[in-house]
């Protein structure tokens, strides 16, 4: 019997425990949810990536505590029946066919606390998978064998990071490129900020290492500017916000994956814009 065959029997085996035959065709003929990013091109690449909401279209909202060697050895090029295998189901509604997106909730354990991230696997047009995103940015950390990403709370002393994926277009740094949700998440930083001793604000935007370094270091400082202006914006004070870009200077995590789509994937927690908050909390 080969994988194939044996990876659908156990998923059978699976659904018979929670009894419908409704259910089984649809998580056999797809699984995952039906596509809520936008413009997903055939190479497997959303114009716009768009997380559903887990109250609304949750079917495991409490999500799951993931293996993370499993999580590691996710990549790009993988079918639905690896993925299955590393990961298991997908925590949102199920489509019929043609399913080009699976969404995951994954807890971690920080401390006594435990952070929730979402997981985004995006596949071509072939249901191969090819990009991969997370929700908070930051939760792509654990990518990168570094400890789980602690719980978002905008407090002074700590520094938040967002992908660069999450908030611009492709290849864009300027305000007018930032996108929808990406302009959100900076003005729900900028909110929280609010009623706290904030003291200093610096924002500074990283590149990875494809293009020139040059043009790198430039796009890295334009993204960090665009970030400064939405906060200004959103009423942080102006004079207390530094903005800068280091280029490619300071990866997170280093791949040497092949062919490009997939190093472009694996060098996503290296495009990012970090956010690092000084200051004292009001007594």
């Given at each position: 019997m080969n994988k194939q065959a044996t990876?659908?029997?156990?998923?059978?085996?699976i659904l018979s425990t929670w009894g419908g035959a409704a259910l089984a065709a649809l998580l056999l003929s797809g699984c995952g949810t039906a596509t809520v990013s936008r413009g997903v091109s055939d190479e497997g690449v959303a114009r716009e990536v768009v997380f559903p909401q887990i109250k609304d279209s949750a079917t495991?909202?409490?999500?799951?505590?993931?293996?993370?060697?499993?999580?590691?050895?996710?990549?790009?090029?993988?079918?639905?029946?690896?993925?299955?295998?590393?990961?298991?189901?997908?925590?949102?509604?199920?489509g019929m066919v043609g399913v080009r997106e699976w969404d995951y909730i994954f807890n971690f354990r920080v401390g006594g606390d435990i952070t929730t991230c979402q997981y985004k696997v995006i596949f071509d047009k072939n249901y191969l998978a090819r990009s991969f995103h997370w929700q908070p940015a930051n939760c792509g950390a654990v990518l990168a064998g570094q400890a789980a990403p602690a719980p978002m709370a905008a407090t002074p002393g700590r520094t938040f990071?967002?992908?660069?994926?999450?908030?611009?277009?492709?290849?864009?740094?300027?305000?007018?490129?930032?996108?929808?949700?990406?302009?959100?998440?900076?003005?729900?930083?900028?909110?929280?900020?609010?009623?706290?001793?904030?003291?200093?604000?610096?924002?500074?935007?990283?590149?990875?290492?494809?293009?020139?370094?040059?043009?790198?270091?430039r796009l890295s400082e334009q993204r960090a500017q665009s970030v400064?202006?939405?906060?200004?914006q959103a009423g942080v004070p102006a004079d207390r916000i530094e903005a800068r870009g280091?280029?490619?200077?300071?990866?997170?995590?280093?791949?040497?994956?092949?062919?490009?789509?997939?190093?472009?994937?694996?060098?996503?927690?290296?495009?990012?814009?970090?956010?690092?908050v000084a200051g004292r909390q009001p007594s």
């Open positions: 990876n659908r029997r156990r998923r059978a085996a495991l909202p409490e999500g799951t505590f993931p293996n993370l060697d499993n999580l590691r050895a996710v990549g790009a090029g993988q079918s639905k029946d690896q993925l299955y295998d590393l990961l298991g189901r997908p925590h949102f509604q199920e990071s967002f992908t660069a994926d999450a908030l611009f277009a492709f290849d864009g740094g300027a305000v007018a490129d930032l996108k929808p949700e990406g302009r959100q998440q900076i003005q729900r930083l900028a909110s929280e900020l609010q009623g706290k001793d904030v003291q200093r604000v610096e924002v500074v935007g990283h590149a990875d290492r494809l293009g020139a370094p040059d043009y790198n270091l400064r202006a939405v906060l200004v280091r280029g490619e200077s300071e990866p997170v995590v280093q791949c040497s994956r092949s062919p490009r789509d997939a190093l472009v994937a694996c060098l996503a927690p290296n495009r990012r814009v970090d956010v690092r």
